[in-house]
């Protein structure tokens, strides 16, 4: 039964107002509910002295003291009255089954939606800055970084030590300048849709086709990589060591070796320098006939 006719009917007999339950589909009347027509009234009735049925033709029933009133009662027209605790009492020990079901409320599973993750953001690869100088000496090709971005002067510190290594090395220490004096310069876009492509790939690809065609016009033997941003971009890869060699194109080879400015600044370097040019001397150097 639902709570609330439950509550509906107690107060009603609270108001000492007859509760009256069908035992069948009246005619023309309107359609009774499962739990009301389910409930079995014959055997409490049964038990009871039958009423005449003059007293129920208007579906009233005689004032009678409230602890003398019937549990169960009949009229004329087979309405049983009961009362509401032994109406509750009878279907809750009929109809267990029922009420539970009507009662119970089924909660929807809601499947929770998969955690969507997000692909890390990429960050763009910083785009690479220098200046190269290239420069010619014998049979031998000198890439070197450009720490300000321009090109040697006759006076500059560096470009006198480079002068002593060529003479070292039994080079020319006047070295011609290549590209008309023009230094390799990256990025080589300032603006575009093009110019964040200019990563590390694109500038080894640059310097590496510059120095092919160089050697295409004028083969050499040998091309010193001097500097950190010459031996980065100039070599096959990043993991190129000083003082090694490796090969190039056809029969030359790449010399890596440190900037100019790391030799001023640490002359020690000058040992390491002149122990691996000892060893490698003969590639370049040219014998005369006498």
């Known amino acids: 039964m639902h709570e609330q006719e439950v509550r509906r009917q107690a107060m009603l007999q609270a108001m000492q107002l007859d509760v009256w339950l069908p035992r069948q589909q009246l005619t ?47 009229d004329g027209r087979g309405r049983a009255y009961v009362s509401v605790r032994d109406k509750l009492a009878a279907l809750q020990s009929t109809q267990p089954a029922a009420a539970a079901a009507k009662t119970s409320v089924e909660v929807p599973v809601v499947e929770s939606a998969p955690a969507v993750i997000e692909p890390p953001a990429v960050q763009a ?23 300000t971005g321009e090109p040697f002067q006759s006076r500059d510190p560096d470009y006198q030590l480079l002068k002593d290594m060529l003479r070292a090395a039994g080079l ?31 500038a080894r690809a640059c310097v590496r086709d510059l120095l092919s065609f160089e050697l295409q016009n004028a083969p050499a033997v040998c091309v010193w990589l001097i500097g950190q941003a010459a031996v980065r971009f100039g070599s096959q890869d990043d993991n190129t060591e000083l003082y090694r060699l490796q090969p190039f194109f056809e029969n030359t080879q790449l010399w890596s070796l440190p900037s100019l400015e790391s030799v001023l600044q640490q002359p020690l370097l000058k040992r390491d320098i002149w122990q691996s040019m000892c060893a490698l001397a003969s590639l370049w150097q040219v014998q005369n006939d006498t």
């Open 28 to 74: 023309h009347a309107a359609v009774s509910r499962d739990y009301l027509l389910d409930w079995q009234a014959e055997t409490a009735a049964a038990e009871l002295p039958a009423v005449p049925a003059s007293t129920t033709q208007g579906l009233t029933k005689p004032a009678l003291p409230r602890a003398e009133t019937p549990s169960s009662a009949t």
């Open 125 to 147: 690869e910083p785009i690479p800055r220098f200046a190269l100088q290239l420069l010619r000496a014998d049979n031998c090709l000198v890439l070197v970084d450009l720490p």
């Open 172 to 202: 020319t220490d006047k070295p011609s300048l290549m590209r008309q004096g023009a230094p390799i310069t990256w990025p080589m876009l300032h603006s575009g849709n093009l110019m964040h492509e200019q990563n590390a790939a694109a």
